[in-house]
């Protein structure tokens, strides 16, 4: 594993906890972490339970006992990590978004495909798939339960960045990140909407803020919990060059017509996902607060005993429910990423190509580009580019 800060955290509480609890015919073996810098490596190292550490990373990608790279870095040094992991046979597993730029994603996306003809496989961490009532979610939208698809109205708001005096972390820096709320927890309920509808974003009109412009910098350069100055009293300050906050209206290649917020200025809400689908036989909604719940509204029944109706995802019949705990036991935040580490595993195992796959990691990409491009030109209506360039000619 490559970075080891919040989701490296999380990606390893998964291979920690995967075959303990899943029945897989592959065994994780946490051979090693990459950071750069030697003393926290090491600490993480002995924290997260990994066998050794490094601060090279083309060290682990060169090493013959370890097959497969799991990059939890800023989004600044995916392409290139992944690039070459691909090259030298290893299977990767490449957190959100996929990169910062369209070329680079386009460049990994093809080298994905390179790979997956070799038998190397590959797969964007979109974790909040692997999260029960979501799938569950997509099987009931599937089977028609709410019929044509009319509506996706999904918000993902978080509020640890309010605070003007919270420091220019890399997820505020365009360098680092690529863009800010949008790409960071935006590029979430994209992913997870098209996910769960099966249909594809084709263009968008779009707006983009960015409310605090400058910012203490960071004491060091960490996650959504960093002190700002240099520990001396001393504070400069820096540009924000990202957004804070992002709105746009889109609509899907089915026909439904969608809305989608992400903001990090939502005063009040710390990790609020929620997605509600109407269509024309009833409607579907996820809030990630109640993350062990589903909406649904069957407008089938007789109109005598409609109403929403919340089913509690925690049976075995559920999907990946089985493998946890009695019904009515609920899961966490935490289970979504070891989900992820169940269906990468088997998709290595069984020789399957794992979804979402950097081409459709890709194309989120190319709706985030389209919301920049749109909000960059008075938000006047921006067509999402194709993923290959040969079919739109
Ligand atoms: C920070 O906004 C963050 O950690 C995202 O980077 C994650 O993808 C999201 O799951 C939670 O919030």
Redesign the pocket.
Known sequence: MVGYA??GSAHSQAWRTVNRVFDLPLHARMTAVCGRDEANVAAAAARLGWEQHTTDWRALVSRDDIDLIDICTPGDSHAEIAIAALAAGKHVLCE?PLANTIDEARQMAAAAERGAAAGVRSMCGF?YRRVPAVALMRRMVADGRIGDIRHVRAVYL?D?ITDPQFPLVW?LQKDKAGSGALG??GA?IIDLTQFVTGQRITGVTALTETFVKERPLPQASSG?SAAAGDGNGTVTTGQVTVDDAALFLARLDGGAIATYEAT?FATGRK?GLRVEINGSLGSIAFDFERMNELEFYDATEPSTEQGFTTILVTEPDHPYLSAWWPPGHGIGYEHSFTHQARDLIEAIATGADPAPSFTDALQVQLVLDAVLRSAGHGSGWTDVEPIFAEVAA
């Open positions: 919040f989701m959100k974790n978080q640890w997820r960071d927890i979430h959504l990090r990790n």
